[in-house]
């Protein structure tokens, strides 16, 4: 079994490293105030599928390709959950829910809204506004 995730395109300072993913699916979110991204106008989000032999190699190419503060990717499977900050890659043990607190303190000092944090068993998951709906 492979692991599963997001990468949002518009995080990257190289695009390259999506030639080498394995895109299952991809959607556009116009960014909104709640995004915390008012010099972009949408978020390419791409759902990704990683076999686990190549998690590893994979999280330290997209931690090379992230553009500097803001941005985390992340994938998973029953066991690990990959976090992918720009530089930094954190391999969390799914059974042991402390582990995710360094990795949100990480994303706290790198700017990026604790709401967005939501990975961590800790936050509750962002509920983005859907396309037509209104504040």
Not at 63 to 74: E, I, K, Q
Not at 81 to 105: L, T, W
Request: proline share 6%; glycine share 4%; net charge negative.
């Amino acid at each position: 079994m492979g692991c599963t995730g997001v990468i949002i395109e518009e995080s990257l300072i190289n695009k390259d490293v999506l030639k080498e993913l394995h895109i299952v699916s991809t959607q556009v979110e116009q960014v909104t105030p709640e995004h915390k991204t008012p010099w972009l106008k949408q978020w390419t989000i791409h759902t990704i599928d990683v076999p686990q032999e190549e998690a590893t190699a994979v999280a330290e190419k997209l931690s090379r390709s992230l553009d500097g503060n803001y941005w985390y990717a992340d994938f998973m499977d029953d066991k690990t959950h990959y976090v992918i900050f720009p530089n930094k890659v954190f391999k969390v043990d799914r059974s042991r829910p402390d582990q995710y607190e360094a990795v949100v303190a990480h994303g706290l000092s790198l700017n990026i809204p604790a709401y967005q944090l939501d990975f961590s068993p800790a936050i509750e998951q962002w509920e983005r506004q859907k396309p037509g709906d209104r504040e």
